[in-house]
Nanobody
Framework: QVQLVESGGGLVQAGGSLRLSCAAS????????MAWFRQAPGKEREFVAA?????????DYADSVKDRFTISRDYPKNTVYLQMNSLKSEDTAVYYC?????????????????WGQGTQVTVSS
């Protein structure tokens, strides 16, 4: 079993930055695909970004966050990060960390095996 705990959410003004962290425990997730999803009020949960290793590090981003968000991972710390810059009010959501035991990006929720509890990000305009 893998436990995922997100942190780093909060209230920020539009144009500001936040860095979310996702700490994994239970087993190493170095070979897993790790991803961030988000769910805004009244909307379905959506894919934000994913990172995986296949001979090299790869990342995939939703068009809405490309060039503003960066996903990264610290292998010794078993932790994944989401650096969010140039935040907009439409980025307001609960952000979830997810882990997929297979390699490769997938943007569908059902492809992921483990989920965190989420962390709230609120961007004020």
């Amino acid at each position: 079993q893998v436990q995922l705990v997100e942190s780093g959410g909060g209230l920020v003004q539009a144009g500001g930055s936040l860095r979310l962290s996702c700490a994994a425990s239970g087993r190493t997730v170095s070979r897993y695909t790790m991803a961030w999803f988000r769910q805004a009020p009244g909307k379905e949960r959506e894919f934000v970004a994913a990172i995986w290793w296949s001979g090299s590090s790869y990342a995939d981003y939703a068009d809405s966050v490309k060039d503003r968000f960066t996903i990264s991972r610290d292998y010794p710390k078993n932790t994944v990060y989401l650096q969010m810059n140039s935040l907009k009010s439409e980025d307001t959501a609960v952000y979830y960390c997810a882990a997929r035991t297979r390699v490769g990006s997938r943007r569908e929720e059902y492809e992921y095996d483990y989920w965190g509890q989420g962390t709230q990000v609120t961007v004020s305009s």
